[in-house]
């Protein structure tokens, strides 16, 4: 049967992630994908500027006819939400509107490379680190995982690092933790912590960074995972997919990966 699934996170017009991402993975890979947009921006944070119209008020409104209409869903990705507001939305998004046992992926998408974006503080990463305790999956990458755990972030780490990362997670989550990013011997991927047990899938650390790679990531692993693929195959091919997209990216394009060739291969 095909799944339902809802994804909430904004709807940057320009530059390649979050919902413009998330809608064509997700549906290319044959899960029917209806989305909760959380604000409308002209482009996304990491332009010199931007405009925001923020849809929070709105999704009351939604709810009412998502349950007018009988909806529900089979799981949920979050990714960027960008106000605190959203997070009390989540849950009952979550409670109101999940079959037995829809799937929760949360990226919590508000830092990296040792930074807050830009519009995120300290009470937002709280917010956030009490969220993730609904979530089935997290995937934050180092820097997020840094920050929801209040450990000092480390550019130069190492497998002990990542795994004292995930361990300090799990205290806030019985969620399976996928710490995204970590980096050793020359190769970049995934921890995937479940119930004490640690996975790395890596592969060879490229030579570029591109914006919008983590929202690429979380979509294509979850529609691996919501197939019923494991979770360390769905990561490696995430993984695969982000490489062969930055391959395929002209280096002048700054703002985002070419994931639409990849897509229709
Ligand atoms: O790719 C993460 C992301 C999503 N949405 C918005 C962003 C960012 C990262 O900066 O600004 C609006």
Redesign the pocket.
Known sequence: MTKRICTM??L?CV?Q??LTVALPILSRYGIETCVLPT?V?SN???FKS?SYLDLTDEIPNIYREWANSGISFDGFVL??L?KRRLMKLAEELFDRFGNEGAPVVIDP?FADDGKL??GFDEQYVREMAKLIARADIIDPNVTEACFLTDTPYQADHGKEFAQELAVKLSQLTSATVIITGVEFDGDIGELIYSHGSCTYVMLPKLDAKY??T??IFTSVMSAHYFAGETLAASCLKAGQFVADCMRGTDKAHFYGVNFEKQLAK
Do not use: E, M, N
Request: aromatic residues 14%; contains cysteine; negative net charge.
């Open positions: 996170q904004d940057s530059g992630c979050s604000a921006l996304h944070t990491q931007w990714g960027y960008g998408v974006y830009s914006h919008g983590g929202d």
